[in-house]
């Protein structure tokens, strides 16, 4: 069981850090990550994680799916100032927004401030900061 649930740590963080389309691609993954596995294994590790495959075709987290719906539809800018990541949002959209991030627990970031369409992201360094921005980058492209 420990077994399994470090693996699924583990495709968590494949499936946010990059864009997966097959379960092949996942295997390769979590091969260089330390695990060998069978497409079986893999398959019923998809199936009990509820995993889905985005509109584009990659593989997104049941809890994701609404952020990167929210995020690939509303948000205009992301930008990065110190721990600070910026986000613009279309008129009316920021809290919304803020609230999926908020929901998500993105690695490195500590909270959101939301206003009309700017949501201000507290991460833990400049370097989380940096992090933060590309996980939002990367479901604005899904």
């Known amino acids: 069981m420990r077994k399994r649930q470090q693996r699924h740590d583990v495709i968590r963080d494949i499936i946010r850090e990059n864009n997966v389309k097959t379960q092949r ?7 260089a990550a330390g695990y060998e596995c069978t497409q079986a294994t893999i398959s019923r590790d998809i ?19 609404r952020l990167q719906r929210m995020v690939s539809e509303l948000v205009e ?11 613009k949002t279309f008129s009316g959209g920021a809290a919304g927004v803020s609230a999926a991030l908020d929901k998500a627990c993105l690695r490195g970031a500590l909270g959101t401030v939301a206003g009309d369409n700017t949501i201000m992201i ?7 900061a940096i992090e933060v921005k590309k996980a939002i980058d990367r479901l604005r492209r899904r």
């Open 25 to 31: 691609d996942l295997a390769s993954q979590l091969q």
């Open 122 to 128: 507290a991460a833990e360094s400049p370097e989380a």
């Open 77 to 87: 800018e992301v930008h990065v100032a110190g721990n600070m990541v910026v986000v």
């Open 47 to 65: 199936m009990d994680m509820g995993l889905v495959k985005s509109r584009e075709g990659y593989y997104v987290l049941p809890e994701e799916m």
